[in-house]
């Protein structure tokens, strides 16, 4: 598969370039694929300033899922 090579898809920015397109998905697919707690994909889409349906890489996702868990609330 060849590789990304636009800044946009459908009128919104591409979280990730460079990845395969079947790397990319919405967040929503990755929290369901992955079993992510809901609690959890609320917590990451406030941290990250992420919109429902923003497409990210898995790796993308995966890390801002971590930060979101071991975020603590009310503590700078």
């Given at each position: 598969?060849?590789?990304?090579d636009?800044?946009?898809?459908?009128?919104?920015?591409?979280?990730?370039?460079?990845?395969?397109?079947?790397?990319?998905?919405?967040?929503?697919?990755?929290?369901?694929?992955?079993?992510?707690?809901?609690?959890?994909?609320?917590?990451?889409?406030?941290?990250?300033?992420?919109?429902?349906?923003?497409?990210v890489?898995?790796?993308?996702?995966?890390?801002?899922?971590?930060?979101?868990?071991?975020?603590?609330?009310?503590?700078?």
């Amino acid at each position: 598969m060849s590789k990304l090579d636009v800044d946009d898809l459908g009128g919104g920015e591409l979280a990730v370039s460079g990845e395969t397109l079947e790397n990319v998905q919405t967040i929503e697919s990755w929290a369901a694929a992955k079993g992510t707690p809901t609690w959890l994909v609320a917590a990451l889409k406030v941290r990250q300033h992420w919109a429902i349906g923003k497409l990210v890489s898995e790796h993308e996702y995966d890390a801002a899922a971590k930060a979101a868990a071991e975020m603590t609330i009310g503590r700078t």
